[in-house]
């Protein structure tokens, strides 16, 4: 009797231990694109010389993915006078129309076919970069 609740015992803490393991990576094992965040995944604020995911908090690059038909709202933060856009890296084109800098601004897309799609600012090139991957 004492060896099955020996048994037992092992078997719950095991449980347990397995639940509670302090895992913080993205659930797709990818460069942080996958679950893990709380808000919308297809949300990116421009920051002072950064992208950043609202969804995971990735930044420089801000890596989303979203699903087919996902619209991505890139808002303008705090950054002051500062201009950026949001522009592609390739296909489909995708740009900001003009060059922003008010707090507040947003310019949307929508990602209707699968693919990774990188993106960055026409003012700041490299140094503020994101990636959306589109299943």
Same mark, same amino acid.
């Given at each position: 009797?004492?060896? @099955?609740?020996?048994?037992?015992?092992?078997?719950?803490?095991?449980?347990? *231990? *397995?639940?509670?393991?302090? %895992?913080?990576?993205?659930?797709?094992?990818?460069?942080?694109?996958?679950?893990?965040?709380? +808000?919308?995944? !297809?949300?990116?604020?421009? &920051?002072?010389? /950064? /992208?950043?995911? !609202?969804?995971?908090?990735?930044? %420089?690059?801000?890596?989303?993915?979203?699903?087919? +038909?996902?619209?991505?709202?890139?808002?303008?933060? %705090?950054? !002051?006078?500062?201009?950026?856009?949001?522009?592609?890296? +390739?296909?489909?084109? /995708?740009?900001?129309?003009?060059?922003?800098?008010?707090? +507040? *601004? @947003?310019?949307?897309?929508? /990602?209707?076919?699968?693919?990774?799609?990188?993106?960055?600012?026409?003012?700041?090139?490299?140094?503020?970069? &994101?990636?959306?991957?589109?299943?």
């Amino acid at each position: 009797m004492r060896s @099955k609740l020996n048994w037992l015992l092992l078997v719950a803490a095991a449980a347990v *231990a *397995a639940c509670s393991s302090d %895992n913080n990576s993205p659930s797709d094992g990818g460069d942080g694109g996958g679950g893990g965040g709380g +808000g919308n995944p !297809g949300a990116v604020t421009v &920051g002072n010389i /950064f /992208f950043q995911s !609202g969804h995971n908090g990735t930044q %420089n690059p801000a890596v989303d993915t979203v699903a087919v +038909g996902t619209v991505v709202t890139w808002t303008w933060s %705090n950054t !002051g006078d500062t201009p950026h856009s949001v522009e592609s890296e +390739g296909s489909p084109g /995708f740009t900001s129309s003009t060059i922003q800098s008010g707090n +507040g *601004a @947003k310019y949307t897309f929508t /990602f209707t076919t699968p693919g990774t799609y990188t993106y960055d600012c026409a003012v700041h090139g490299s140094a503020m970069t &994101g990636r959306i991957v589109v299943q």
